[in-house]
C-alpha cells in the first residue's frame, strides 16, 4: 500500500542525506520524494511517498522522527488531501500529428511549453493518475524524455501542517 | 522557551570571553563537566592539542583510536556520565567507526570529537581527509560538521545534551582544522532542537493499562534491558518484582539490573539464557518489557516467540515499540517514572502456583558444567573470580568468554557488568576495563577475554601501564575462535574452518611483561584461585593466562533460528574430540610450551 507523508525539516545541509540514509538502511521503500523551502525559510518540507503496510509506515514516521533536524512527520491520508505533481513531456511530433496531440493536451487541461519542427514540450500538473494516464496516451507518439517532479501534497481545509 | 530563561540566556550573552575555536572546544568540556578525554592526536589537531597541553583536563593517550572510543564507551558505561574521546581527520577518524557503531548499538552516551581539514579543503581530497560524518550517518545519534568557529558552543552543547538524553548515544562532531585556529566571542547558549524532545513522561491512561494486565497476569515475566541501566531505574524494579512477586529476566544489557542471587531472578534470557528464562518466556501469559528491544538473539524464532503473553512494553524510544513484535500495550517514556508510577498503581500480591512452577524449573535445569580435576574449565575460573572479586566491575570480550562471564558471574550491580551486546566487537573488553577503571578507580575492574578477542586491542597494555591504570585480564585461553568454532562443531560438522589461531598466538605472559605489565599463567584447576589471588594483589595492570579445555562449548544454546522453547544442553564432548582438537591446536602453536599445552 502507498503512503504519503510530509516531513518539516531544518532547512540546513545535510538533512536530505540522513533521510535518504535512513531509508536505505531499515530498507524503507521511497517511491517519489520532493523538496523545497516553506513560509519559513528556516524550514524545508519534503512529500515522501512510500510503500509499505500498516507496520511499515508507523516504523518509517517514527524513525523520521528520531532525526534531530526532522521537525514533525504527518500522514496524508488520500480522502483528506490533495496531491498533485508536476511533469514536463518530450514527444516526438510532426506536422502530421501535431494536432492530435494538442487535442489531448487541451482534455487533460495541460499545456505545450515548447514546440519544434520534430518534438513538443508539454506541462501537465496534477495527481499521479492524470499524469499517468497522459503519459500512457503520449506513448504512441514517441516519448523523447520525461520528468516528473514527484507529488506534492497538502490536507483540505484549516488543518495545518507546519513547525 | 519559557521567559525566564530567555532572559538569562540574554544575560549570560552579555558575558563574553574572546578565545580561540580550540580553547572554546575545552571550555565547552569543562561545562559539560568533563574532566577525562581519550585520544591520540594528528596534524589537524595540533592546534586543539596545544590547548589541551595548557588546561587541566585529562588526557589519556591511547596507541589505537578504537581504544579511545571503547575506552570513552566504557567510561560512559561505569559511571553513567558522557564519555568522551578524540580522534585525528582521516585514518583516526575512520579508527573511531567501530567504537562508535559498538555505543551506538548499546545507547551509551559518548561524545566523538574529530579532527577535519581546514573548511577550504573539504572536498579537494586532501591529505588525510575523510567525510566522517558522512560514514559515521547510520551509527550515531546525530553527527555535526563545524564550519564556524562561533557555533563551537551552540554545537558541544548540543551535542552533549542529545549524547545523554532520552535513549543516550554517540554523538560525533567533525572539527575543521581552521575552526580550531579562528577566533570567537564565547558565550554559552541554551540548548535549542525544535525537532527533538525526549517523551520522557508517560501516559497516565497507558501506566493504569499495564497495572491492570500485571493483576490480571497469573504468570507474569518482567524481561529488562539496558533500558533500565541508563535510566537508573533499578531500585524501582526491585521493588515492583518484589511488590508483584513477578520474576525477572534481563538481556545481556541488562545483566546487573536485578539482583541475580534473588529467589525471583531468571538470570538471562536468550540464545544462551537459563533455560527456565526461556520456558518461563514461552509459558508466559504476559510479559512486561522495560527498556529492552526484542533484539533476535533474544526472541529466537519471532513467530514462535511468547506465543500465550500479552506483552506490555516500556521504552523511551518510541521507535522501539512495534519494531520487532506486536505490543498490546506501548508505555512510553523514561523507565524510572514509568515503574515508579507503576509501583504506586499496582496491590501487592503473594507467590503463586507460578512462582513454585519456577522454582522448580531453575532446580530442575540450572546452569551447569562437569568440573575437572585436570583441564581447567572456563566456568571454574569464572566462579572463582566471582568469589574472590564479587564486587568487581567485569567486561568482556565477545564471544564464549562473554557468554561464560554473564553465566557464571553472580551480578548484582547495574553498571558493574559491561558487554558489547548489539554489535559484538571482539577488542572491546579490554579498552572497556581501562575506561571504567579510569571513571571508577575505587572499583577492581577485570576483562574476561578470550585470546583471540584480546589480541584485537591488546597495544592497550601500553595506554594501561603508562597511566598507572590498574586493570585486570583474564585470558579464557583455549587456542581458538570459541563460539564459531562452537558452532562448527554443532553445524558444520567440526570442520574447523580458520578457527584455529595456532602458531599465531603469542605467550600472553611475556607479551604482558614486554610492555611492563605483570604476566601470570595457570595450566591446571588447582593453580587457577593463587593467580586470581596474585592478580587481585597487584597493584599492576595484571594479565591472567588461564589454558583452558578448547572443547568447551557455551551451554544451553538455542539455534539460531530455533524458538526459545528449543534450547539444547549441549552434549559434553567425548574424549577422543578433546584429543583430536588438541592435536590440531597444538601441531599449529608453537609459543605454549607442551607440557602447558597437554590436557
Not at chain 1, 140 to 162: C, D, N, P, W, Y
Not at chain 2, 299 to 304: D, V
Amino acid at each position: 500500500m502507498k503512503h504519503t507523508i510530509a516531513v518539516i525539516v531544518e532547512n540546513r545541509s545535510g538533512v536530505l542525506t540522513r533521510i535518504a540514509g535512513l531509508f536505505s538502511r531499515r530498507s524503507f521503500n521511497i517511491e517519489s520524494l520532493s523538496v523545497g523551502a516553506t513560509d519559513n525559510p528556516d524550514y524545508s518540507r519534503m512529500t515522501l511517498s512510500v510503500q509499505g503496510d500498516e507496520v511499515v509506515l508507523e516504523q518509517v514516521i517514527k524513525q523520521l522522527s528520531k532525526l534531530i533536524n526532522v521537525i514533525r512527520v504527518s500522514e496524508l491520508s488520500p480522502d483528506e488531501s490533495i496531491e498533485r505533481e508536476l511533469a514536463i513531456i518530450k514527444v516526438s511530433a510532426d506536422k502530421e500529428n501535431r494536432a492530435e496531440i494538442m487535442q489531448l493536451v487541451s482534455v487533460f487541461r495541460a499545456s505545450i511549453i515548447d514546440v519544434s519542427s520534430r518534438s513538443m514540450i508539454i506541462e501537465v500538473t496534477g495527481d499521479e493518475q492524470k499524469i499517468d494516464a497522459l503519459v500512457l496516451l503520449l506513448r504512441q507518439f514517441g516519448i523523447k524524455e520525461l520528468a516528473r517532479t514527484g507529488k506534492v501534497s497538502m490536507v483540505r481545509g484549516a488543518r495545518v501542517i507546519k513547525a | 522557551m519559557p521567559p525566564t530563561e530567555f532572559i538569562e540566556s540574554l544575560d549570560q550573552s552579555r558575558n563574553t570571553l574572546k578565545m580561540t575555536g580550540a580553547q572554546a572546544v575545552l571550555e565547552c568540556l569543562k561545562r559539560e563537566g568533563v574532566d577525562v578525554v581519550f585520544g591520540l592526536p594528528g596534524g589537524v589537531l595540533l592546534p586543539l592539542y596545544d590547548a589541551i597541553y595548557q588546561s587541566d583536563i585529562r588526557h589519556i593517550l591511547v596507541r589505537h583510536e578504537q581504544g579511545a572510543a571503547h575506552m570513552a564507551d566504557g567510561y560512559a558505561r561505569a559511571t553513567g556520565k558522557v564519555g568522551v574521546c578524540i580522534a585525528t581527520s582521516g585514518p583516526g577518524a575512520t579508527n573511531l567507526v567501530t567504537g562508535i557503531a559498538t555505543a551506538y548499538m548499546d545507547s551509551v552516551p559518548m561524545v566523538a570529537i574529530t579532527g577535519q581539514v581546514n573548511t577550504f579543503l573539504i572536498g579537494k581530497d586532501a591529505f588525510q581527509e575523510a567525510d566522517i560524518t558522512g560514514i559515521t550517518l547510520p551509527i550515531t545519534k546525530h553527527n555535526y560538521l563545524l564550519r564556524s568557529a562561533k557555533d563551537i558552543p551552540q554545537v558541544f552543547r548540543e551535542a552533549f545534551y542529545i549524547a545523554r538524553s532520552g535513549r543516550p548515544g554517540p554523538v560525533l562532531i567533525d572539527l575543521p582544522r581552521d575552526v580550531t585556529v579562528d577566533n570567537l566571542e564565547f558565550s554559552w547558549p541554551k540548548v535549542h532542537l525544535p525537532g527533538y524532545n525526549p517523551s520522557l513522561k508517560v501516559h497516565e491512561m497507558q501506566i493504569k493499562k499495564a497495572a491492570k494486565a500485571l493483576m490480571e497476569a497469573e504468570r507474569p515475566v518482567i524481561y529488562v534491558g539496558g533500558g533500565v541501566k541508563f535510566a537508573n531505574a533499578h531500585q524501582e524494579l526491585f521493588e515492583l518484582a518484589v511488590k508483584i512477586n513477578a520474576p525477572v529476566t534481563t538481556t545481556l544489557m541488562g545483566v546487573g539490573c536485578f539482583p541475580e542471587d534473588h529467589p525471583l531472578s531468571l538470570g538471562m534470557l536468550g540464545m544462551h539464557g537459563t533455560r527456565y528464562a526461556n520456558y518461563a518466556i514461552q509459558e508466559s501469559d504476559l510479559i512486561m518489557a522495560v527498556g529492552a528491544r526484542f533484539d533476535d538473539r533474544v526472541t529466537g524464532k519471532i513467530a514462535s516467540f511468547a506465543p500465550k503473553a500479552k506483552i506490555i512494553h516500556m521504552d523511551v524510544d518510541p521507535a522501539e515499540i512495534g519494531k520487532n513484535v506486536r505490543v498490546d500495550i506501548p508505555v512510553v517514556g523514561d523507565a524510572k517514572n514509568a515503574l515508579t508510577a507503576l509501583i504506586k498503581e499496582v496491590k501487592p500480591k503473594a507467590r503463586g502456583a507460578w512462582n513454585d512452577k519456577i522454582a522448580q524449573w531453575k532446580s530442575d535445569y540450572p546452569l551447569k558444567y562437569i568440573p575437572d580435576m585436570n583441564i581447567i574449565k572456563p566456568q571454574y575460573i569464572i566462579e572463582k573470580l566471582c568469589e574472590l572479586a564479587p564486587d568487581a566491575i567485569i567486561t568482556t570480550e565477545v564471544g564464549q568468554n562473554q557468554m561464560w562471564a554473564a553465566q557464571f558471574f553472580i551480578h548484582k550491580d547495574p553498571r558493574k557488568f559491561i558487554s558489547s551486546g548489539g554489535l559484538g566487537t571482539m577488542g572491546y573488553g579490554f579498552p572497556a576495563a581501562i575506561g571504567a577503571k579510569v571513571g571508577r578507580p575505587d572499583c577492581e575492574v577485570i576483562d574476561i577475554a578470550g585470546d583471540g578477542s584480546f589480541l584485537m586491542n591488546s597495544q592497550e597494555l601500553a595506554t594501561a601501564v603508562v597511566n598507572d591504570i590498574p586493570v585486570k585480564v583474564a585470558i579464557m585461553n583455549n587456542g581458538c575462535l570459541g563460539m564459531v568454532r562452537q558452532w562448527q562443531e554443532l553445524f558444520f560438522e567440526k570442520r574447523y574452518s580458520a578457527t584455529i589461531l595456532g602458531r599465531g598466538s603469542p605467550d600472553f605472559v611475556k607479551l604482558a611483561e614486554a610492555y611492563g605489565a605483570v604476566g601470570l599463567r595457570a595450566t591446571k584447576p588447582a593453580e587457577v584461585e593463587p593467580v586470581i589471588r596474585a592478580a587481585l594483589a597487584s597493584d599492576k595492570p595484571t594479565l591472567m593466562d588461564f589454558i583452558i579445555s578448547p572443547l568447551e562449548k557455551v551451554s544451553p544454546m538455542v539455534p539460531a533460528g530455533a524458538a526459545l522453547s528449543e534450547i539444547l544442553e549441549l552434549e559434553w564432548c567425548e574424549e577422543s574430540d578433546v584429543c583430536s582438537l588438541q592435536k590440531i591446536i597444538s601441531e599449529t602453536c608453537s609459543s605454549i610450551p607442551e607440557k602447558e599445552a597437554s590436557l
